[in-house]
């Protein structure tokens, strides 16, 4: 077993010795190269992935979970300003139900399972009344996240004091809301009217004139009132009519400049002049049907021709019972004495002409005047020079074209021009102090060690491919040469068996013609050696 081990290391150090030192290199970086990727295959297999758990969590919700997850022995991580916890990746979906089976983590606001847990005869009516209030606005809250396109909510709510007295009138409750959408969502009209129902059923004496909603962006949801024949409902649809129009062209602009700007860098106002004029009219009309000639097209005609010639009553005249305006299309010829002539011409045309009946009704929805305010917050919000006036006109513009095209032409007498166009157009360039801000995702991303470390990897990897191809090719075209030698060689006729002294002797002949360093040094060896 000695002298096999033995065997194997000669062979090694003989086969280290006979490589060159481009070799040599090339197999102590192969080496490094494996130690590198078996240690950082193992880093990355043996490292913990963390997910969030949970997200936008108040200081004293984090402190409770983290404690709850210590306690289990998981480890956690804080992010996000202590609002986020983030657990490893195979454990989330387990200890979501864990958690959630012991009640956690609490809501930021009170629920109404505070009362069952908390239930006791210290508590005042001012205080419960607080509670309860916080507790309606919280489960109001969470019935808003539950639909689609609600990504958060904030709820207000207002309630009337109950009066002393049996007879006083109970006061209404009002409720403001802000919701926070997700980005290019657009609610229809009959989710916002169930968005309503749901808050007025949910809260005591509260009427649906009573809610404002809007989200982060200032966009108002409305609900559409039913119209009636009272002259109230009359003026609260023109205005609804109004404010429609309104929001339509604010969300056009809104849209194209936030995509420009950034959504959170345009602030858009629109103010509608409407004309609620209704028109009903008939025409009667009558028009030739040549209007060149001004004629129309014969339909029938009748021609009368009368004469007579001898003795008679002297002729002349008009006739009895005949109106002289009807005689101008006859010719009457008067004789003398007994005898005369009489000639009668009577020629009668009919001509049609087109008729025309119209039932014209106007609509009563016209646009006779719009203007557009507009706020924008330069890309540097405390530098109002950051934003080009190329960028303002080119915004002008654009209002302008949706002004010219929107305002009914039939309005004005002459057609709008430039500069009275740009006087309905208002462009504001200031920073902006009132955002109403939430908090966002954030995204999970590698970090830059990972990608300079994959980087490097790749790099070595396609270096050793190289090195390998090469020294194939190369391994390839020396066994093609020691064909072509060995094929040319002449075998001796007096060849001789070789000894294993013989075969030495040829061995360092050889060495001394291809490596006579080596072979120097080998006799360096010997003679130290001797």
């Known amino acids: ?27 102590i970086g192969s080496v490094f190269l494996f130690l590198l990727i078996v240690v950082g295959a193992s880093i990355f297999a043996t490292r913990t992935t963390l997910v969030p758990l949970y997200k936008d969590l108040s200081p004293s919700e984090t402190g409770t979970i983290k404690e709850n997850l210590d306690a289990r022995g998981v480890k956690s991580e804080i992010t996000n300003g202590g609002t986020t916890i983030r657990v490893p990746e195979e454990m989330a979906e387990t200890l979501l139900v864990e958690l959630a089976s012991e009640g956690l983590p609490k809501s930021g606001g009170i629920d109404y399972s505070f009362f069952s847990q908390n239930a ?31 990504k958060d909510a904030k709820v207000n709510i207002t309630l009337p004091e109950k009066g002393i007295f ?53 966009e108002y949801f409305d609900l559409k009132n039913d119209q009636d024949s009272s002259p109230s409902s009359a003026f609260a649809a023109q205005h609804e009519i109004k404010k429609q129009i309104e929001r339509d062209v604010q969300r056009q602009v809104q849209g194209m400049l936030g995509t420009l700007m950034g959504r959170d860098k345009v602030v858009v106002s629109v103010s509608a002049d409407i004309d609620f004029t209704q028109e009903n009219r008939e025409e009667n009309l009558v028009t030739p049907v040549d209007d060149e000639n001004m004629e129309g097209i014969a339909i029938s005609a009748q021609k009368i021709t009368e004469t007579f010639t001898g003795n008679a009553d002297q002729a002349g005249g008009i006739p009895q019972g005949e109106d002289p305006a009807d005689a101008l299309g006859s010719s009457y010829l008067e004789g003398n004495g007994a005898n005369g002539d009489y000639e009668r011409i009577e020629e009668t045309i009919n001509n049609e002409v087109n008729k025309i009946r119209k039932e ?43 002004i010219r095209t929107t305002i009914d032409k039939k309005a004005g007498a002459v057609e709008l021009t430039d500069e009275e166009i740009n006087n309905k157009i ?26 300079i470390v994959g980087g490097v990897l790749l790099a070595i990897i396609a270096l050793l491919v190289i090195l390998f191809i090469r020294a194939k090719r190369k391994q390839k075209q020396e066994e093609e040469n020691a064909e072509f030698e060995e094929s040319i060689n002449v ?19 050889k060495m001394a013609k291809e490596k006579p360093e080596d072979f120097a040094k080998l006799l360096r060896t010997w003679i130290s050696e001797d």
């Open 166 to 218: 049996i007879t006083d009138a109970e006061g209404e409750a009002t409720a403001a809301i802000i919701l926070n959408t997700k980005p290019g969502y657009q609610f229809e009209e009959q989710q916002i009217k169930a968005i309503y129902h749901l808050v007025a059923k949910s809260i005591p004496n509260l009427p649906i004139d009573n809610i404002v909603m809007m989200n982060q962006n200032l």
């Open 426 to 451: 208002a462009v504001s360039v200031q920073p902006f102090n009132g955002k109403i801000e939430f908090p966002s995702d954030a995204k999970q991303v590698l970090p830059l060690w990972a990608y």
């Open 1 to 27: 077993m000695k002298e096999l081990f033995q065997k194997y290391i000669g062979k090694s150090k003989e086969y280290w010795t006979n490589r060159t030192k481009k070799q040599k290199m090339i197999l």
């Open 120 to 150: 006791g005869i210290g508590m005042t009516d001012n205080e419960f009344n607080v509670l309860n209030l916080d507790a309606l606005q919280s489960e109001v809250a969470n019935l808003l996240k539950r639909i689609d396109g609600v």
């Open 491 to 509: 075998p001796d006729v007096n060849e001789e068996h070789e000894t294993e002294s013989t075969m030495r002797k040829k061995q360092l002949e």
């Open 360 to 402: 014209i009704v106007e609509s009563p929805y016209k646009i006779r005047d719009l203007g557009i305010q507009v706020m924008v917050e330069p890309p540097v919000a405390d530098d109002p020079n950051s934003l080009p006036q190329e960028r303002v006109d080119d915004i002008t513009k654009i209002l302008g074209t949706i």
